[in-house]
Every structure is written in C-alpha cells, then in structure tokens.
C-alpha cells in the first residue's frame, strides 16, 4: 500500500508499464470535472469509475482484496478513512474470490487506517486488503482499475 500526493504519484510509474499510464492520466485530467461512472483509460487494462456514495461506519466495512487489477483510490469530496491489513494475514474469508468481479471480502479484523482526502491517493495492491468509505459523510470517490499482469 501507498499513499501519495497527486504530485507525487509519478514516482510510482516504475512499477509497471500501466501504471506509467494511468499516472500520467491522473495528473493530466482534471478529475473534478470528470463524469460519474466509467471512464475507459485504455481498454479493460486501465479504466476509472467515479461515484458519489455514502459512507459507512468502520463495523459495516468488511475487508475486500483484488488479484487482477491495482486498485488507486481518490477521495475527491470528503474524507474517506480507508481500513488496511495485509492479504496474507487475513485468515476469515466472508465471500470467496469471484474471477469475474476481481473481488474477496474477509471479516478480520484491519489493522490500520489511513486517511484520504484532498490532493491524496492511496495505492492498494493485490497484498493489500483494504475496506474503504468509512465516513460520516458522503463521498465522491474516484477508483482507478490498474491491470498488474
């Protein structure tokens, strides 16, 4: 897990060609203004997906994690406090894998929180699970899909 100003996140273009792309994306749209729902980066390999949504309490936010795709994760209105432990040490699997959603989700307990909000983003790789919309507020939240291999 990262977490990173958006002035920063192009230190992060060496980890794979992808994110390369997706970070220079990120600095280069002003992601404001930018549509609710789908935005198509490049392809299925890269893509972005904006909502507005509710936030939850910390007890309703179950850990989830992703096998194909990176997950970056912008707060763009609000503050989203983001639950974190690593993939390895979950041992309660609440929902198994779906290949089709790129999704799992734990009942373990996290064993950290980090804040997103303003200018930040955090970085969530497939070791990472990670509960988000944790808030009192709603949230417009902006999630780029990142396809690792």
Sequence with gaps: M??????????YACLNPRF????KWISSTNLQELEHGKTII????????????????????NL???KKYIDVQI?????DSIKW??????????QSYSDENDIMFYA?????YIEVYADKAAIFFPEDAHAPLIADEEL????IKILVN
């Design 2 to 11: 990262i977490l990173c100003t958006f002035d920063e996140i192009e230190n």
């Design 20 to 23: 390369a792309i997706a970070a």
């Design 42 to 61: 490049d392809g299925e390999e890269i893509f972005a997906i904006k909502e507005t949504l509710h936030g939850r309490k910390a007890d309703k936010a």
């Design 64 to 66: 989830e994690a992703h």
């Design 75 to 79: 707060c763009l209105k609000g503050k």
């Design 85 to 94: 432990k690593a993939n390895s040490e979950c041992d309660t699997i609440l």
């Design 108 to 112: 373990d307990k996290s064993v950290q």
């Design 140 to 143: 417009t939240k902006l999630v």
